[in-house]
């Protein structure tokens, strides 16, 4: 049973320039989180998608989007890029009705030159 | 503002030791604490959680002591082993209709030496 898979694994753009990553869920999962890491800190909550819906956002700016498709996957959309972007983006899959237990991807390591 | 303090930002420790990473929460609307154990390279994994009706949680050598009154909880591992060494988030959640936003502290780099 394949866990939570991210794609790409590593990154490099320039300022300016616009990153799509990607996660497909554990099986059987329906809820996506995303998360963004910068060195040596926690997990940052970036925003939560069920229901191909954001349901839930935390403090991050609307160059930060996403979607969620039917099979569950999930996009994370980064325009603008900035320099401070540049991080390990995680991706969490949980099953809805089942609290707060999140299976966490490998992450995409995002540079931004 | 919902904050997950955590210290220390490392810990070294001999093999057979104790470690002891501490956490203290602000929100008192949280009612989910876990802790993920992250190695270089991947993402968190799940540890061992708690929820604030418990005052302690034992899993095999990892235990979650939890002081509500004090808005503070804490991971101990016993017998600490070299392959414990990675990095340890205490985290915090709302369970708004199974909706799990969670709140992480900043991590605890633990080394553990031979």
Not at chain 1, 3 to 32: A, E, F, M, Y
Not at chain 1, 63 to 89: C, I, K, M, T, W
Not at chain 2, 55 to 67: A, Q
Request: glycine letters at 8%.
């Amino acid at each position: 049973d394949a866990g939570v898979t991210q794609s790409p694994t590593h990154l490099i753009k320039t300022r300016g320039q616009q990153v799509t990553l990607r996660c497909s869920p554990k099986s059987g999962h329906d809820t996506v989180s995303w998360y963004q890491q910068a060195l040596g800190q926690g997990p940052q909550f970036i925003f939560q998608y069920y229901e191909e819906e954001e349901r839930q956002r935390g403090n991050f700016p609307d160059r930060f989007s996403g979607h969620q498709f039917p099979n569950y996957s999930s996009e994370l959309n980064v325009n603008a890029l900035l320099l401070g972007d540049s991080a390990l983006y995680l991706c969490a899959s949980s099953l809805a009705r089942v609290e707060n237990i999140q299976y966490f991807g490998a992450g995409t390591r995002l540079s931004v030159l | 503002q919902q904050q997950v303090k955590q210290s220390p930002q490392s810990l070294i420790v001999q093999k057979g030791g104790i470690s002891i990473i501490n956490c203290a929460y602000e929100n008192t609307a949280f009612d989910y604490f876990p802790w993920y154990q992250q190695f270089p390279g991947k993402g968190p994994a799940l540890l061992i959680a708690i929820r604030p009706d418990v005052s302690e949680k034992k899993e095999g050598r990892f235990t979650i002591s939890f002081n509500k009154s004090a808005k503070q909880f804490s991971l101990h591992i016993m017998d600490s082993q070299p392959g414990d060494s990675a990095t340890y988030f205490c985290a915090a959640s709302l369970s708004p209709g199974g909706y799990q936003k969670v709140t992480f502290g900043t991590g605890t780099k633990l080394q553990v030496i031979p």
